[in-house]
């Protein structure tokens, strides 16, 4: 019978060994930008409460998660996935295995999921850490790993299209930075004029931010936010899937 | 099991304007040495993706074990190994974490991964080296573990894409025993080469390919017979004209005739003639 779990983890079991043998340089690689923005923002440019009603450390700390599991899940991915399909030619060899072709994509997601997931468990208890206003519920991993898990699949679609490192490096800059920035991370997007508003709340880290925030912050359940989450999951898949079977990448 | 291995009926691929691979056949029979021959660019490591499913053909079909690739290619991996040109592994971890990734990808469980690496590693020489990093191998060694991540699932075929090029010559001869002990144990190889002596030395059968076209097909002896077994090299100062004859009598016959203005050698026939021959250039 076909055990997507067993063949995720055949797949990944290479990732997992770099992982284990670069535990430091994976954390400080996963968590010196978040860092950098809770310094920056949360403590050097904002304080007081905000109009959500809540202490802008507390407000900004789930919009960092939700960067967090972004550009973790989206960097490690994409990388390892054009690093093995140029450099080390043995993506080649993984498309060849006898696996499932779901297995594969999302078994190349791990890389990205758990550094992310590291990454985001790490900053929420440095937030409970910093403010009171965080909290921790059953629905805290899930949305964690719903957003990694989407950006990573948006990670394995750039690295099987990228042709070049800096074609990927274009991708981070034009589509990856901005969503970082102008997403609800840090700021509101109901700050912004109405039609960029419109266009950012429909990128999947406007999405991610929302439910993290959410959580953390103990508001009611976003469904409609869970919702468009895996929409872009499902989407990012069927991306990755026609992608692998046509043989494009 | 059936006799041929591998059937590819009328492969085309082609990338842009540039037909890579043209209407080729390819029949590799059960348990041989089978060898494509042919200069850079001729379109052998394209044949190779294609009989791999690596790459999807434009047109044809391809059948593995009887397996047909387009529809049961899950099944038909299960029964080939490869061997790229490049050292397809992961530079980062180490040569055990390697060898255990390809046996868990190819299905086996952890312990039976485990057994199996003892065994080809003892058989490679590697078992000193299974805990070093992959980045820190040398090419002959980095060809060593490739191997055997290939052999890990006991593959029935296996497909090697220049497997010698790059190796210094004790890494080569390494290499050469190796696939001999291979095939003598039952794995059906298929290797490509541009080196005209290890496709003579190494193959049951080769084919020679040139512009993604097969122009040849054979034992290396039947493809030189098919000449004629023997060479006459006439030079001036000039390029050198060959003539080919069948024995050695019917080409001292021909040298007589030859005017004294051309110094004349008569030689075996060798696999570099034929190529030669029927492409208009040397590998």
Same mark, same amino acid.
């Given at each position: 019978?076909?055990?997507?779990?067993?063949?995720?983890?055949?797949?990944?079991?290479?990732?997992?060994?770099?992982?284990?043998?670069?535990?430091?340089?994976?954390?400080?690689?996963?968590?010196?930008?978040?860092?950098?923005?809770?310094?920056?923002?949360?403590?050097?440019?904002?304080?007081?409460?905000?109009?959500?009603?809540?202490?802008?450390? $507390?407000?900004?700390?789930?919009?960092?998660?939700?960067?967090?599991?972004?550009?973790?899940?989206?960097?490690?991915?994409?990388?390892?996935?054009?690093?093995?399909?140029?450099?080390?030619?043995?993506?080649?060899e993984?498309?060849l295995c006898p696996?499932?072709?779901?297995?594969?994509?999302?078994?190349?997601?791990? =890389?990205?999921?758990?550094?992310?997931?590291?990454?985001?468990?790490?900053?929420?208890?440095?937030?409970?850490?910093?403010?009171?206003?965080?909290?921790?519920?059953?629905?805290?991993?899930?949305?964690?790993?719903?957003?990694?898990?989407?950006?990573?699949?948006?990670?394995?679609?750039?690295?099987?299209?990228?042709?070049?490192?800096?074609?990927?490096?274009?991708?981070?800059?034009?589509? =990856?930075?901005?969503?970082?920035?102008?997403?609800?991370?840090?700021?509101?997007?109901?700050?912004?004029?109405?039609?960029?508003?419109?266009?950012?709340?429909?990128?999947?880290?406007?999405?991610?931010?929302? $439910?993290?925030?959410?959580?953390?912050?103990?508001?009611?359940?976003?469904?409609?936010?869970?919702?468009?989450?895996?929409?872009?999951?499902?989407?990012?898949?069927?991306?990755?899937?026609?992608?692998?079977?046509?043989?494009?990448? | 099991m059936v006799d041929d291995i591998i059937v590819a009926?009328?492969?085309?691929?082609?990338?842009?304007?540039?037909?890579?691979?043209?209407?080729?056949d390819v029949r590799i029979r059960n348990g041989e040495i089978f060898g494509i021959l042919?200069?850079?660019?001729?379109?052998k490591?394209?044949t190779v993706r294609l009989l791999t499913t690596m790459?999807?053909?434009?047109?044809?079909?391809i059948f593995i074990n009887g397996l047909d690739t387009?529809?049961q290619f899950v099944d038909a991996r299960r029964r080939i190994g490869i061997i790229q040109q490049?050292?397809s592994?992961?530079?980062?971890?180490?040569?055990?974490?390697n060898i255990i990734h390809h046996a868990l990808m190819q299905g086996l469980s952890?312990k039976e991964g485990r057994k199996r690496m003892m065994e080809l590693a003892e058989t490679m020489e590697l078992t000193?080296?299974?805990?070093?990093?992959?980045?820190?191998?040398?090419?002959?060694?980095?060809k060593r573990v490739s191997i055997v991540c290939s052999m890990i699932h006991h593959p029935d075929i296996l497909f090697m894409d220049e497997p010698t090029?790059?190796l210094?010559?004790?890494s080569r001869n390494l290499l050469w025993k190796l696939i001999r002990n291979l095939n003598h144990s039952g794995t059906t190889i298929f290797l490509t080469t541009?080196y005209?002596?290890e496709a003579e030395n190494l193959c049951d059968r080769i084919s020679?390919?040139?512009?993604?076209?097969?122009?040849?097909e054979g034992t290396p002896k039947e493809?030189?017979?098919?000449?004629?077994?023997?060479?006459?090299?006439?030079?001036?100062?000039?390029?050198?004209?060959?003539?080919?004859?069948?024995?050695?009598?019917?080409?001292?016959?021909?040298?007589?005739?030859?005017?004294?203005?051309?110094?004349?050698?008569?030689?075996?026939?060798?696999?570099?003639?034929?190529?030669?021959?029927?492409?208009?250039?040397?590998?």
């Amino acid at each position: 019978m076909y055990n997507i779990f067993s063949e995720i983890w055949r797949i990944s079991y290479g990732d997992l060994c770099f992982i284990k043998r670069h535990i430091p340089e994976t954390l400080i690689s996963a968590l010196v930008g978040p860092l950098l923005y809770l310094l920056a923002f949360a403590y050097g440019m904002r304080s007081g409460d905000t109009e959500a009603g809540v202490d802008y450390v $507390a407000y900004a700390i789930p919009g960092i998660i939700a960067i967090s599991s972004m550009t973790s899940g989206y960097n490690a991915t994409a990388q390892k996935i054009l690093i093995q399909r140029l450099f080390h030619t043995s993506f080649d060899e993984l498309v060849l295995c006898p696996m499932h072709t779901s297995s594969l994509i999302f078994g190349k997601t791990v =890389i990205g999921v758990v550094r992310g997931l590291l990454g985001c468990i790490i900053l929420l208890g440095l937030g409970m850490f910093l403010t009171d206003d965080l909290v921790i519920s059953i629905w805290t991993i899930p949305i964690f790993l719903l957003s990694c898990v989407t950006f990573s699949l948006l990670g394995v679609t750039a690295g099987l299209l990228a042709k070049t490192g800096p074609t990927l490096t274009l991708f981070a800059s034009v589509v =990856i930075l901005p969503m970082t920035f102008l997403c609800g991370t840090l700021f509101s997007i109901d700050a912004l004029p109405d039609i960029v508003k419109q266009i950012i709340w429909a990128l999947p880290l406007s999405h991610s931010s929302t $439910a993290i925030r959410s959580f953390c912050l103990g508001w009611d359940v976003p469904w409609v936010s869970i919702g468009i989450l895996l929409i872009y999951l499902v989407v990012f898949y069927l991306m990755d899937r026609y992608i692998i079977l046509k043989k494009l990448y | 099991m059936v006799d041929d291995i591998i059937v590819a009926e009328g492969l085309v691929k082609r990338f842009g304007k540039l037909t890579a691979v043209d209407h080729v056949d390819v029949r590799i029979r059960n348990g041989e040495i089978f060898g494509i021959l042919g200069p850079n660019g001729a379109g052998k490591t394209t044949t190779v993706r294609l009989l791999t499913t690596m790459d999807l053909p434009d047109e044809g079909r391809i059948f593995i074990n009887g397996l047909d690739t387009s529809t049961q290619f899950v099944d038909a991996r299960r029964r080939i190994g490869i061997i790229q040109q490049q050292h397809s592994l992961d530079k980062d971890i180490s040569v055990r974490e390697n060898i255990i990734h390809h046996a868990l990808m190819q299905g086996l469980s952890l312990k039976e991964g485990r057994k199996r690496m003892m065994e080809l590693a003892e058989t490679m020489e590697l078992t000193d080296r299974l805990d070093t990093l992959v980045s820190s191998l040398s090419g002959g060694w980095k060809k060593r573990v490739s191997i055997v991540c290939s052999m890990i699932h006991h593959p029935d075929i296996l497909f090697m894409d220049e497997p010698t090029t790059g190796l210094d010559t004790q890494s080569r001869n390494l290499l050469w025993k190796l696939i001999r002990n291979l095939n003598h144990s039952g794995t059906t190889i298929f290797l490509t080469t541009h080196y005209i002596y290890e496709a003579e030395n190494l193959c049951d059968r080769i084919s020679i390919i040139d512009d993604g076209k097969i122009i040849a097909e054979g034992t290396p002896k039947e493809l030189i017979e098919e000449l004629g077994n023997v060479t006459l090299v006439r030079t001036d100062s000039d390029e050198p004209q060959f003539s080919y004859f069948r024995t050695r009598e019917e080409a001292k016959e021909a040298a007589k005739d030859v005017g004294g203005e051309f110094s004349v050698m008569i030689r075996k026939t060798t696999l570099e003639d034929v190529f030669l021959e029927l492409t208009g250039r040397t590998v």
